[in-house]
Every structure is written in structure tokens, then in C-alpha cells.
């Protein structure tokens, strides 16, 4: 079954306001339209709105990079999976960066991943070992409580579901998983789905890899056949290199 390979750039907390849109404006102009890829960006919060105005009409997505499950109330200094839902289609949850920096539980993880499917946005659930973990051989164990722990309260994913597999010790390090690695764990997270879901579901579940991808790694790591897309940070920030990203992803799967 073919699935389609998702890019998508998240920028984390980067970029001052008139930088933002213009890196929107030339995405646009790059990508609008590409075939055989889906592009989604993530831009800081404050920019999504700007985000959604610059690229309506194009076939590029916008993106959260992180929710609160609750839908209001008082929780200084949340945005809400809610408030979001009429901005963005897409929401990052889970991330490493979330995870490991701001301490976020498997349980807050599965209570975001809740709110954002019950609101009809797509997630791109994130999960990842550390360093140590691939060293001692736990990269699975950690791989399927992290999943088991997000999907507890989930009876079936969406169409399309997307998971992001992201080493820890690849993000932001320069040190890329090699495509070998890269596809056996997402070969793995597929496993994982097929036995908590069925064969189908796992089949139909895009799965992106994330952790290190630039424009000269881009086409062998989304070319591998259980890798279905990329999670870009740093490459994502200029025009240049996330435009080479998503065409190679797209040439990837052609
Ligand atoms: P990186 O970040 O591409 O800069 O390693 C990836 C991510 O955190 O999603």
C-alpha cells in the first residue's frame, strides 16, 4: 500500500518575526505544489497565525509544535490543542525536546496525542531513545512503552497516522542514525503497531525519522522502505536546505 511521505520542518524556538515570514514566503514559492510529498511547517506559536495567512491556498500545511490537552482554563503559559485546532492541521507531540527538557510524562504525552485526534488534527507523535538506552540494547523496550503508553487510551489511529522516530542522541548532534539504523527501528515501530493495532493499521502508519537530517542525507535515509518521511530541525530553518529535503523525499518515494 503506498503511502504518502511527509515532511515537515520544525523550527523550535527560532527565528524573530519578519525572519519567519520570510522563510513562509520563499517555502511557498519553492515547494508549493510539489508532488508526491506532503509539507508541513512548524513555526513557534506566536507565528502559526502568520504561518496559516502566508501559506492558505498552497499545498504546504501548518503545523504545532507542541499542544495542552486541556481545552482553557487556568494553565499560564499553555496554548491549548483547541485554540490551535482552526490554525494548524498538523501538531508535533511528544517531542524529544518536550520529553527530556521539560520533563512531559508518557501519561501528559497521551493526554495531548488525545486531545489533537479528538479534535481532528493530524499528530506526528514523537518517540526516540536515548544515547544510553541504544548502547544497553533497550532502544526497543523504550520504543514500545512510549508508543503503548501514548495509545492507551486510543481504540484506533487515523488515516495516516503519523509517528516520528527520532534518536535523542541524534538530534540536533549531527550525528544522523545511518539509513541502516534508521530503517530497522522503524521497521521495529511498525512491528510495535501491527501487534498493538493490526497489520493493516501498521502498514497504513506513516513513520518519519528525525535526528540530524539535512539536504545531502535526505533522499537514501526517506528512501528506505519503512521510513515514509522526515523530521527536520535545524535544516528546516533555511529555504535552501528544507527545499532540497522535502523535493529528495518526494523524488524518494516516486
Ligand atoms: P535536528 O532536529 O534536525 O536539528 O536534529 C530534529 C528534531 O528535533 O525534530
Redesign the pocket.
Known amino acids: 500500500m503506498a503511502r504518502t511521505p511527509i515532511v515537515a520542518g520544525?523550527w523550535?524556538m527560532h527565528l524573530a518575526r519578519g525572519a519567519a515570514r520570510e522563510l513562509l514566503t520563499t517555502l511557498r514559492a519553492n515547494l508549493d505544489g510539489l508532488q508526491g510529498v506532503e509539507v508541513v511547517v512548524c513555526p513557534p506559536s506566536p507565528w502559526l497565525g502568520d504561518a496559516a495567512d502566508l501559506l492558505r491556498g498552497s499545498t504546504l500545511r501548518v503545523g504545532a509544535q507542541n499542544v495542552y490537552w486541556e481545552s482553557h482554563g487556568a494553565f499560564t503559559g499553555e496554548v491549548s490543542a483547541a485554540m490551535l485546532a482552526g490554525t494548524v492541521d498538523f501538531a508535533?507531540i511528544g517531542?524529544?525536546?518536550r520529553r527530556h527538557v521539560f520533563g512531559e510524562t508518557d501519561e501528559q504525552t497521551q493526554r495531548n496525542l488525545r486531545a489533537v485526534i479528538d479534535l481532528g488534527m493530524q499528530p506526528m507523535l514523537?518517540v526516540g531513545e536515548l544515547r544510553a538506552q541504544r548502547e544497553d540494547g533497550s532502544t526497543n523496550d523504550v520504543l514500545r512503552r512510549q508508543l503503548l503508553a501514548a495509545f492507551q487510551d486510543v481504540d484506533r489511529l487515523p488515516e495516516g497516522f503519523i509517528v516520528?522516530y527520532?534518536p535523542v542522541w541524534?538530534?540536533?548532534?549531527g550525528l544522523t542514525a545511518t539509513p541502516e539504523i534508521a530503517q530497522a527501528t522503524c521497521a521495529d515501530v511498525r512491528a510495535i503497531l501491527a501487534d498493538r493495532f493490526d497489520a493493516a493499521t501498521a502498514e497504513a502508519c506513516r513513520i518519519q525519522y528525525?535526528?540530524?537530517?539535512n539536504a545531502e542525507n535526505a533522499a537514501i535515509l526517506a528512501g528506505q522502505p519503512d521510513i515514509d518521511g522526515l523530521?527536520?530541525?535545524?535544516?528546516?530553518l533555511q529555504a535552501e536546505s528544507f527545499t532540497a529535503i522535502c523535493k529528495a523525499a518526494a523524488g524518494a518515494a516516486a
Request: charged share 15%; glycine share 22%; aromatic share 0%.
Open positions: 520544525n523550535k508535533i517531542h524529544s525536546e514523537a516520528a527520532e541524534a538530534i540536533g548532534t528525525g535526528g540530524s537530517v523530521l527536520v530541525g535545524g535544516a528546516a
